[in-house]
């Protein structure tokens, strides 16, 4: 027992992927503290890298949505809508048959947050001919019918808060309805009026554009009428519009990676090698692999028992877009699920590094199953953010490093 503990504090590996091996400088080294020496190897084992497409991607129920049009050389053109249901602030409405003006009808979005460049960027707004049903999840990928169109407006702010859009006053007439039982209750006035279809409309050029971030409580239509033969006093003569839930809204992505950096790498696996990707729409995520260190572990010289696994990987700078400052590594663990490890940005080297548990990786080692342990470096939030990063590969100027420690018995 005594030996076992003596050779379990003297040896460490360090496989460092920027470095080559040298094998004329294996065994004792001292390190930069003087008052402490370590066994150690570098070592170099092969990294593998690439990016591949998300898919079904829950965008109902957040907290919340994304709303434009961005354009990226990294990643090509991501494109967000959003569908809402809504419902009066009351019920049991009733309404003028004729005799009455529409004075104002607008939408109001709280913006919380935004991607990109700011530029103008015109959306259009339509009545849903379906409702956004509570009880479904809808993904990325998913859009119902719609009907007529209410109006156009332009958004250019660099400011979250609270905005007004105004849409065409005649088109205010769609919510009014000549039967009392449209307003009767909830699902009545859903079956009535399936809510809004919010879409942008212009492509910005390259490296332009923004993605807004709206509250999921922070869309709203709002109708002012009058009447002409002065019979107001019978009417509600202002009513809003308002999501009654997270749940009733989703967005919807279109992503067209044709001409960008992405694309190529997206469509061949072998290609990821100088740099890959990740985004938080339904986009892309980083993929992984370390195909020689399963041959390394079962080395039939040595027994080892990992007690550290890190892992680094190098980002570039995007002047245009910001870099997330969070991302996760993925994998799958002993009991065949999905495991995760998150980290923040090094903002003053623009790196990402995740420690993973090390009995994980012994487990999945001596099982022999590291190779399928699906590494993927992702968003955190996948379907939240537009955040994306431009991850550099094995042979890039700035590979990733993989540091393993481990005793040897």
């Excluded at 490296?207 to 009428?225: D, M, P, V």
């Excluded at 890039?396 to 540091?403: F, G, I, Q």
Aim: with cysteine; proline share 3%; aromatic share 14%.
């Amino acid at each position: 027992m005594n030996k076992v503990k003596l050779i379990i504090g003297l040896f460490l590996l360090v496989a460092l992927f920027s470095c080559k091996k040298d094998e004329g400088n294996l065994g004792a080294y001292i390190s930069e503290n003087s008052d402490k020496m370590k066994a150690g190897i570098v070592d170099s084992l092969e990294i593998t890298t690439y990016s591949s497409i998300k898919d079904s991607v829950i965008t109902s129920g957040r907290t919340a949505q994304n709303l434009g049009y961005i354009n990226s050389s990294d990643f090509g053109i991501s494109k967000s809508s959003i569908f809402a249901s809504l419902l009066p602030d009351s019920l049991d409405r009733v309404f003028p048959n004729s005799n009455y003006t529409i004075n104002s009808f607008y939408i109001q979005l709280n913006i919380t947050d935004y991607y990109g460049k700011n530029i103008d960027q015109n959306f259009q707004v339509y009545k849903l001919n379906e409702s956004v049903k509570q009880n479904l999840n809808y993904y990325d990928f998913d859009s119902l019918s719609v009907g007529e169109k209410l109006g156009s407006f332009t958004i250019n702010v660099s400011d979250s808060g609270i905005y007004n859009f105004n849409l065409d006053s005649s088109a205010g007439r769609h919510l009014f309805s000549d039967a009392s039982d449209d307003y009767s209750s909830k699902d009545a006035f859903k079956s009535f009026f399936g809510g809004i279809c919010i879409l942008p409309v212009n492509t910005p050029d390259l490296n332009e554009g923004a993605i807004y971030q709206i509250s999921k409580t922070g869309i709203s239509l709002h109708l002012t009428f009058s009447t002409t033969n002065e019979m107001d006093d019978h009417y509600d003569t202002e009513i809003i519009y308002n999501i009654e839930n997270e749940n009733n809204v989703f967005a919807k992505f279109n992503h067209n990676f044709d001409g960008s950096e992405a694309n190529s790498i997206l469509n061949d696996s072998t290609l990821g090698q100088q740099e890959f990707f990740t985004q938080g729409l339904s986009g892309t995520c980083g993929k992984i692999k370390f195909p020689t260190t399963q041959n390394w572990f079962d080395d039939e010289s040595f027994n080892y028992l990992i007690t550290g696994f890190e892992f680094k990987v190098f980002a570039e700078e995007n002047p245009v877009f910001n870099l997330p400052q969070q991302l996760i590594l993925t994998y799958n663990n002993s009991l065949g699920s999905r495991s995760y490890k998150s980290t923040n940005l090094n903002q003053d080297e623009n790196s990402y590094t995740f420690q993973i548990y090390n009995a994980e990786v012994n487990t999945a080692l001596e099982n022999r199953q590291f190779d399928e342990m699906d590494f993927e470096i992702s968003h955190p939030t996948p379907g939240s953010s537009p955040e994306q990063a431009k991850l550099f590969g094995f042979n890039s100027n700035k590979p990733p490093e993989l540091v393993i420690t481990y005793t040897k018995y």
